[in-house]
């Protein structure tokens, strides 16, 4: 089902908006698709609160499609192309975008290269966008309806973005769940004790990262390992959807880190090997694994595609478990980002 199809009635108007998103990060991870933006597994994940983008769009009538864009007041063409690329894949189901004109002015609250997918937060900004013009034109007042296409339109752009439509936990992909879907996210309540994680983010490298997340995905297709990867995948998601639900968070540590180095094995495992560790990202795995037998208190770890941790633990324990990461990790790291659980996007 499309839940753009019936919109190719609209006309080109002139309207502007403004929304924030935040980016996420998925506790099981998507990594591998079947067809255009169709990911081979469902995962799970938390929106933050403190990392965001904020994006403004003005849509003018025009001859042609077009993007401008500004990245923190800076033009950047290569972004707009990519943008106008996205658009241009729309126009099928919504010709009117053809006659449209864009000017966007966006900026996100976390560096780049800090190991928070600026795609997710940048791409969902860019999609509830879209999807208030469409909202505005189209006599509709759903708000179920509403960001479910959002986060539609945010697949389209780039999958994980999907996620971050709304707050909380997230999943998206076919499962054995009521709602899930490969076209869009479906949130998901959790056990109150869990409700509240907080997210310190290690920075370990900032250089932009030598892989694409689009390389990644189609270097899966020729994976020796790419379908006991998917069905790992497919047990992780059942098992941390009832972890989450039941409040286990020791078995939500587990399947997090098992998760986290899964993908990062297909990297190194996969037909061009490559890996997006450091030798501090190993560092501080070890010293976590350390601390955990030692304390026995819950700080556990996941890894985006990159070399930079995300440190994720119960808010309860935050007092005794910053002080260890300020002690023991943050000497490993450029840069240490404070975040946590958020409640997602909201319009400006
Ligand atoms: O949304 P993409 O195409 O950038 O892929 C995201 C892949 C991971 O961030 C590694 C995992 C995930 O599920 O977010």
Redesign the pocket.
């Known amino acids: 089902m499309s839940l753009i199809s019936s919109l190719s009635h609209l006309e080109a108007k002139a309207y502007s908006t403004t929304w924030r998103s935040p980016s996420?990060i998925?506790f099981v991870?998507?990594?591998g698709k079947k067809g255009h933006q169709i990911p081979a597994n469902p995962?799970l994940?938390m929106t933050l609160k403190e990392c965001f983008t904020e994006t403004k769009v003005d849509f003018k009538p025009a001859d042609a499609l077009g993007v401008d864009l500004f990245l923190e007041g800076k033009r950047e063409d290569r972004f707009a192309l990519k943008i106008k690329n996205y658009l241009e894949t729309l126009t099928t189901e919504l010709p009117w975008l053809n006659k449209l004109a864009l000017n966007i002015e966006t900026k996100n609250t976390f560096p780049h290269g800090a190991g928070i997918?600026s795609?997710?937060s940048g791409l969902s900004a860019l999609a509830l966008c879209l999807t208030d013009y469409i909202q505005s034109f189209s006599n509709e007042n759903d708000q179920d309806l509403f960001f479910k296409r959002a986060s539609f339109l945010s697949r389209l752009a780039?999958?994980?973005?999907c996620r971050s439509v709304y707050g909380g936990f997230t999943t998206w992909g076919e499962a054995d769940l009521a709602e899930a879907s490969d076209k869009y996210a479906t949130p998901i309540s959790v056990h109150p004790e869990l409700a509240h994680l907080k997210d310190t983010v290690l920075v370990i490298n900032d250089a932009e990262k030598s892989v694409s997340?689009?390389d990644?995905?189609t270097r899966m297709k020729e994976h020796a390992f790419a379908e006991a990867r998917f069905a790992q995948a497919k047990h992780n998601f059942k098992g941390m959807v009832n972890a989450m639900k039941s409040g286990d968070m020791e078995e939500v540590g587990m399947i997090l880190e098992q998760e986290a180095l899964s993908?990062h094995a297909m990297f190194l495992t996969s037909p061009n090997a490559f890996t997006l560790f450091k030798p501090n990202s190993i560092a501080a795995m070890e010293l976590i694994w350390d601390f955990r037998r030692e304390t026995k208190l819950p700080l556990y770890f996941t890894f985006?595609?990159g070399p930079n941790l995300h440190l994720i633990y119960p808010d309860v324990f935050k007092n005794k478990i910053k002080t260890f990461i300020s002690h023991e990790l943050a000497p490993l790291a450029v840069k240490v980002i404070d975040d946590e659980r958020g409640e997602g996007p909201v319009k400006c």
């Open positions: 996420n998925a991870k998507y990594w995962s994940s997918a795609s997710a780039s999958g994980s973005a997340s689009r990644g995905h993908l985006d595609a």
